[in-house]
T-cell receptor
Framework: AQKVTQAQTEISVVEKEDVTLDCVYE???????LFWYKQPPSGELVFLIR??????QNEISGRYSWNFQKSTSSFNFTITASQVVDSAVYFC????????????FGRGTSLIVHP | SAVISQKPSRDICQRGTSLTIQCQVDSQVTMMFWYRQQPGQSLTLIAT?????????ESGFVIDKFPISRPNLTFSTLTVSNMSPEDSSIYLCSVDNWANGYEQYFGPGTRLTVT
C-alpha cells in the first residue's frame, strides 16, 4: 500500500515570505515517482515536478525548489519570495510499481498569499 | 505532454437525473483515468479505462453508478447516474505518460452541482 501525507491543511503567508509545503510518503516499492501539482482557483491541475526514487538530487526552478530525502521519506516544496499568484492548493502524489504506477494523492495544502 | 479537453465544463443538475461527461485527448493513449474531487478534498480515483475492455473500478465505485465508455484511444465518457447532492464534485479526466515517469496530465475538470 502507498500513502501520501500532507499534514499542513492551510498555510497563510504575506507576499515575499518563503514558505515550505511538507510531503511525507510511504511505499514498500523501491521504484517510485513523486510529483507536485498545483491547483489554482480555476480548478485545473498543473504539473510542477516529477522525481524518481533513484534521484535524490534537489531541484530549483526559479522561485520553486524541491528537497527529496529518502531517509525521511519526504519530498518538500519551497516557494521563495511568495507572490499572490502562488495562492492555490498544492498536491503531492506518489506512483509506484506496486500500484501499477497509478498515483496516490495527498490531501493537499491550501496556500494563501496575502498582498 | 497531452492536451485534454472535457465537456461540459460545469453543470447544475436535478437530483435523480444522469450526466455524461466527455473527455477528449489530442493523442492516442492506452489508459485513461477518471477522478472525483469533492469540495475541499483530494482526488479520488473512480476508475481506469482501457480501450476495448471494461473499466476497472476502485473500491467504493460501481459500474451502475458510474458507467464508463472507452470507444477508441482518444476518447472516453463517464456518466454519473441517478445523481444526488453527494455527487456534487469536480470530475477530472487524466492520462499518464509512462515514458515520462507516469506523469499524469489532467483535463480542466467538470464542476457538477446537484440540487
Amino acid at each position: 500500500a502507498q500513502k501520501v501525507t500532507q499534514a499542513q491543511t492551510e498555510i497563510s503567508v504575506v507576499e515575499k515570505e518563503d514558505v515550505t509545503l511538507d510531503c511525507v510518503y510511504e511505499t514498500r516499492d523501491t521504484t517510485y515517482y513523486l510529483f507536485w501539482y498545483k491547483q489554482p482557483p480555476s480548478g485545473e491541475l498543473v504539473f510542477l515536478i516529477r522525481r524518481n526514487s533513484f534521484d535524490e538530487q534537489n531541484e530549483i526552478s526559479g522561485r520553486y525548489s524541491w528537497n527529496f530525502q529518502k531517509s525521511t521519506s519526504s519530498f518538500n516544496f519551497t516557494i521563495t519570495a511568495s507572490q499572490v499568484v502562488d495562492s492555490a492548493v498544492y498536491f503531492c502524489a506518489l506512483s509506484a510499481s506496486g500500484g501499477s504506477y497509478i498515483p496516490t494523492f495527498g490531501r493537499g495544502t491550501s496556500l494563501i498569499v496575502h498582498p | 505532454s497531452a492536451v485534454i479537453s472535457q465537456k461540459p465544463s460545469r453543470d447544475i443538475c436535478q437530483r435523480g437525473t444522469s450526466l455524461t461527461i466527455q473527455c477528449q485527448v489530442d493523442s492516442q493513449v492506452t489508459m485513461m483515468f477518471w477522478y472525483r474531487q469533492q469540495p475541499g478534498q483530494s482526488l479520488t480515483l473512480i476508475a481506469t479505462a482501457n480501450q476495448g475492455s471494461e473499466a476497472t473500478y476502485e473500491s467504493g465505485f460501481v459500474i451502475d453508478k458510474f458507467p464508463i465508455s472507452r470507444p477508441n484511444l482518444t476518447f472516453s465518457t463517464l456518466t454519473v447516474s441517478n445523481m444526488s447532492p453527494e455527487d456534487s464534485s469536480i470530475y477530472l479526466c487524466s492520462v499518464d505518460n509512462w515514458a515520462n515517469g507516469y506523469e499524469q496530465y489532467f483535463g480542466p475538470g467538470t464542476r457538477l452541482t446537484v440540487t
